[in-house]
């Protein structure tokens, strides 16, 4: 079984300095680019091995940098932004990356900025991944050394800077347009599209955010072609998938496995299975913001359709097991009080409906609920579903709500009827 | 009034930038690397030099969680609340720290030792529960553990 992205990637030891990653072929994948293709040719290959957006909404990339203009008219500044916020709880899937190998994702970075010719490229690094910003700023020095960065790479007409900027928190700069506003010293509130950032992201100039994971498959990419790339996933969307596994399984952790494996072989094989004496009683296959699956669902494969199919998204890959001692009441409120939090406060139905949900659930989890709360939850996921909000964040707020009260309805009910959480 | 070592600073953020303004949440966190958090008096200073009016400044110094409009102790603890470290047990740690150091989120010893602050997710779910204090990350802690772990930090 290849795994490209992790095969030089040995936890508890130091990355590959930029030496140690040129000898196992690392920076090949840029001299081919640069020397070899045409920016379209590049665009081309990445479209064609239907590598989807790793950071949640599985957006074919190389169709996403088509928008980008390109010519002798195309303005002369553009941007390219690795989005590396990672702040959706249950994610930890960018770290590895980061901590593991940081010059793959320099490397795919410097490719993707070819090939939509980007001048200037941002990693945005969320504050708490110290030993990544450290990593990712040697890294970036070590290839400026070496003319991988700065003017006329590897003696080509194209030239590119790249820096490091690291947030001061807030769950939305992950938004990828709240993410430009942050970067601009603003507030991170999502903007209106269109214009979508290719053609008007960041100071007004286009712009393309991809997710660390996106930009490690690149350089594969290149070096081994589409063909290849599609053939390491057991479905139709390209490639290989970092997943991860927490909850109260036997071994937590992160594998790079095939796309489309199913939720029974990484649970079960990769993570170990259940601790003794518990129970599987729900899974988030993708962070917070994606809908509950059961013990029903352990057959579907892990990948962006057939979790949709299921009623889920795949998000980011990572997933939250919760077992049957851990009361769905309460799990769903640590929920909802992360998203009521962050919320950046633009929208009404977010800012206000928000709150309310994560007051309602603790009245709930504390015994002091009403019948008539469980209409009003499944008013909320109405009001602050899909399309009536300025970005994601509510409706992905709602998603696990929503699949909790079809799920777990009876231990809502039982909460509401006890006047007290059955699991205390 | 800013320190010269922090004009400096932020002189270099501005030459990266097309326009002043846009250098604002660097500033803020040059101040508080200086100065451990952001007075009212540092967001006027800030607003000065960036030609911004204090609320602009203070309205971007707010919005985001890690910049400290409050002074904080000399080590801040931030205990991550989010639902991989809720399945794992954060709230025993945290009614562990509040036993030991006599404080809620949001509060800081009266020795000026420790700040106490809830954190979103910090990116390591698969060793829950995790806390960070400054800038060292601690996974899969226990509450036996917490007393060595505070020890360190004086
Ligand atoms: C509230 C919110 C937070 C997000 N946080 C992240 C994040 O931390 N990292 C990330 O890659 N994408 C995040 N996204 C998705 C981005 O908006 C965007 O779709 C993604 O970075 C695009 O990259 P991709 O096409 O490579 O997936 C977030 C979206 C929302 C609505
Ligand atoms: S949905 Fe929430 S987070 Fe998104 S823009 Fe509206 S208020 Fe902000």
Redesign the interface.
Known sequence: MERPLTINIHPGQPPLNLKEYESVGGYAAVRKAVTNLTPQEVQQLVQESNLKGRGGAGFNTGFKWSFVPMGPDAPTTKYLIANAD???????K??LLLEGNPHQLIEGMIIAAYAIQANIAYVFL??????AAELITKGIQEAYAKGYLGKNILGSPFSLDM?LH??????MCGEETALLN?L?????TPRAKPPFPQVSGL?GKPTIVNNVETFCCVPHIINNGAAWFKSLSYSEDGGTKLY?????VKR???WELPMGITMRELIEEHAGGMKNGYRLKGV?PGG?STDFLTDKHLDIKLDFKSVSAAGSRLGTG?M????DA?CPV??VH??Q??FA??S?GWCTPCREGLPWVEKILWSIENGNGREEDMELLQMHTRLLGPGNTFCALAPGAMEPLQSAIKYFGDDFLTHIKEKKCPYQ | MLQESEILAIEHELT???HK??????A??IVQQHRGWVSDEAVAAIATHLDMSPAAVD??AT?????FRKPVGRHVI?LC????C???GYKTLYAALQKQLNIRFGETTPDQRFTLLP??????????PAL?ID???HTDVTVEQLETLLEKYV
């Open positions: 990672e702040m959706e709880p249950g994610t930890f960018d770290r969320r504050w708490a991944y110290k030993k820096y690291t947030g001061v928190g807030r769950y942050a601009e010293g603003k507030r991170a100071f991860g596994v927490s909850g109260k937590p952790g992160a988030l917070a990572t939250i097991v919760m077992d851990t309460g799990f640590n929920l009080h992360f939090q962050e950046c | 990266l930038v097309p303004s846009a250098a604002v949440i660097e803020l966190k309205s971007i919005f985001y969680n890690l910049i931030l609340d989010s639902i991989s809720y399945v794992m954190n979103a997710c910090l990116g390591c779910c698969d060793h829950a960070m800038a060292n990350l």
